[in-house]
């Protein structure tokens, strides 16, 4: 028995162990007062309660608490009968009641503004979305062009600054206009020689109905602002200037120059617009403000000197020099009738005067006052102190220029090519106040041919004829169109000249940059075929009238010229001429704007 009763009080203490710990593990009850809210189905448990003296001060009128919802009967759980009773637990104190609000006296609350009323915002309907616009174009099937097409449309590939109407006007092709394959190089060769262009290409593709050209263009450098030192004879000097050959990127052209030399101090500006709103008018508007000193050499009495010990240079003596000043504006208004074939019109004013005292004889050339005193008709006594008379009158000289000319040159990278004749006829205007009356006609050639890849052939030839020429309106030989002699070293009312020029690279074209050589033959003949009348008022030289050979003059020479492929306008020319009849050399410099 006593092993039973030991065996049957272990496992009744293991069962009571077993029993008691989840009862231990669970919480104890803590009382609750009667005016607590209900408990929430959260199972997180309540946070402590605050004391009452701990709470901030009420400072919201008291609102009457909602009615406390009465704790729901909890099911007692009956004890385990070999549970031992639960150790008595020290009893919690019940939160305690708050105190019953105590009576406040109202206070009324500040006025206040009534809020502005803000109108809603107007609601913007969206934009209805367009479809897009399908280029038919854009996926048509492309075969070879074969004959003829209709040209339907353009596009211009690659222009920064020419803008896409001065590309398609440039080229020379108007939509409905056929096109021929073969037609495409013409194209490029009219795009190059604007001078706008360092890249061109031309193509086409095949659209509904015909084709669409493409132009593919790289705008070359248009403008320049660069110095310029002149060294030639008669006029040493410098400037500066502004050129601009693609102006509003509608190739029209602007050039502002200036400059200070020994010969000729002058300011010019020309504005030139090809194509008035890309129609077949054009315009000019130009100023030539001058300075210059006039060095006029005696009348040349014979081809060549021959004396006994050979044949010597005929080079004619300095005999006066003087200084005009010459202020001249000018338009144009003109129309390209059909490709190359323009006729204008150009109004122009100059107001002529000269230096008194800068009229002087040369005399360190043997010039005396018989080789200056002479009028139209004939010549003055000598006076024992005579004053040298200046060359030609002062006053208004107004007159209005026609001029008929073809152009079909090209330039392609300075290879040109082409053709152009112009006939003009200028005449004074008596009707506008001019203090001269005059007319001069002309006509001129220009031929060139690019021969074997870069070598270019250039020919020029022109002649002239006035009547009572101003001295500022007389035709003049020497300079730059006659190499070999000196600037304007012959004067007349009549002059045809010649010239023949070939040119060839010297380097390969690297980064642009062009360097070529060439060799020339300038002549020109240049007298006065008439006695002019007193209406030239002119004060001539003795013996103007040159006969025979003793007006025909050559020169024969080489050059080089600079071009940056990237800059329209060439950077330097240099030329040395010999003139066969003077047998002498003159030197032609030009660094910076040469053209």
């Known amino acids: 028995m006593p092993h039973y009763f030991g065996r049957s009080g272990v496992v009744a203490a293991l069962l009571i162990a077993i029993v008691a710990a989840p009862v231990a593990a669970q919480p104890r009850p803590v009382p609750v007062p009667p005016d607590a809210p209900p408990p929430s189905p959260n199972p997180t448990?309540?946070?402590?309660?605050?004391?009452?003296?701990?709470?901030?001060?009420?400072?919201?009128p008291p609102t009457d608490p909602p009615p406390a919802t009465p704790p729901q009967p909890t099911t007692p759980t009956n004890p385990t009968p070999t549970t031992p009773p639960p150790q008595p637990t020290t009893p919690t104190n019940p939160t305690p009641t708050p105190p019953p609000p105590q009576p406040t006296t109202p206070t009324n609350p500040p006025p206040t503004t009534p809020d502005k009323v803000v109108p809603p915002d107007k609601v913007v309907p969206p934009e209805p979305v367009m479809p897009k616009k399908v280029d038919p174009a854009e996926n048509y099937p492309q075969y070879p062009l074969v004959g003829t097409a209709t040209v339907k449309s353009f596009k211009v590939h690659g222009n920064k600054?020419?803008?896409?109407?001065?590309?398609?006007?440039?080229?020379g092709i108007d939509e409905g206009d056929d096109f021929k394959a073969e037609m495409a190089d013409g194209i490029k060769a009219k795009l190059i020689s604007s001078g706008l262009f360092k890249h061109v290409d031309v193509y086409w593709s095949m659209v509904p109905g015909g084709v669409r050209l493409h132009y593919e263009v790289k705008d070359k450098h248009s403008w320049v602002i660069a110095p310029a030192f002149y060294n030639q004879p008669t006029n040493v000097g410098g400037g500066v200037g502004f050129g601009e050959n693609n102006l509003f990127g509608q190739?029209?052209?602007?050039?502002?120059?200036?400059?200070?030399?020994?010969?000729?101090?002058?300011?010019?500006?020309?504005?030139?617009?090809p194509a008035i709103a890309q129609t077949r008018f054009f315009a000019q508007f130009d100023t030539f403000l001058k300075t210059a000193r006039n060095i006029e050499y005696a009348a040349p009495d014979a081809y060549l000197k021959i004396e006994k010990d050979g044949v010597r240079g005929s080079n004619p003596a300095a005999v006066r020099e003087s200084r005009i000043h010459y202020l001249n504006g000018g338009m144009k208004l003109g129309i390209e009738l059909f490709r190359g074939f323009k006729v204008d019109s150009r109004l122009r004013a100059a107001k002529v005067s000269y230096v008194k005292k800068d009229t002087k004889l040369l005399t360190e050339g043997g010039a005396t006052y018989a080789d200056v005193a002479c009028s139209p008709t004939r010549c003055f006594e000598v006076p024992t102190e005579p004053e040298v008379p200046a060359p030609g009158a002062e006053g208004w000289d107004v007159s209005n220029e026609w001029t008929v000319s073809i152009d079909r040159r090209a330039n392609y990278y300075g290879i040109q090519s082409g053709y152009k004749y112009s006939?003009?006829?200028?005449h004074s205007l008596e009707s506008l106040s001019s203090d001269f009356q005059y007319w001069l006609a002309g006509f001129s050639v220009y031929y060139a041919k690019k021969i074997l890849d870069r070598h270019n052939f250039v020919f020029k030839t022109g002649v002239g004829r006035g009547k009572n020429l101003p001295f500022q309106q007389e035709y003049q030989t020497g300079g730059t169109s006659m190499r070999g002699w000196l600037n304007n070293q012959f004067r007349g009312d009549f002059k045809a000249i010649a010239n023949v020029e070939y040119s060839m690279p010297i380097l390969p074209t690297l980064f642009g940059l062009s360097i070529r050589g060439l060799a020339f033959w300038d002549s020109a003949y240049t007298t006065f075929i008439t006695d002019n009348g007193p209406e030239a008022q002119r004060n001539y030289l003795p013996g103007s009238r040159?006969?025979?050979?003793?007006?025909?003059?050559?020169?024969?020479?080489?050059?080089t010229r600079l071009y940056l492929r990237q800059i329209v306008l060439p950077l330097l020319g240099l030329d040395v001429g010999y003139g066969l009849e003077a047998r002498d050399v003159q030197v032609y410099l030009a660094i910076g704007i040469t053209d």
């Open 251 to 273: 190739n029209q052209k602007l050039l502002l120059y200036g400059q200070i030399a020994t010969g000729d101090s002058f300011f010019i500006g020309a504005w030139v617009i």
């Open 45 to 60: 448990p309540y946070p402590s309660p605050v004391p009452q003296e701990e709470l901030p001060p009420p400072t919201d």
């Open 546 to 559: 040159v006969r025979g050979l003793d007006g025909f003059k050559n020169s024969v020479g080489v050059g």
């Open 423 to 426: 006939a003009s006829f200028e």
């Open 161 to 171: 600054k020419t803008d896409a109407d001065t590309v398609i006007y440039i080229a």
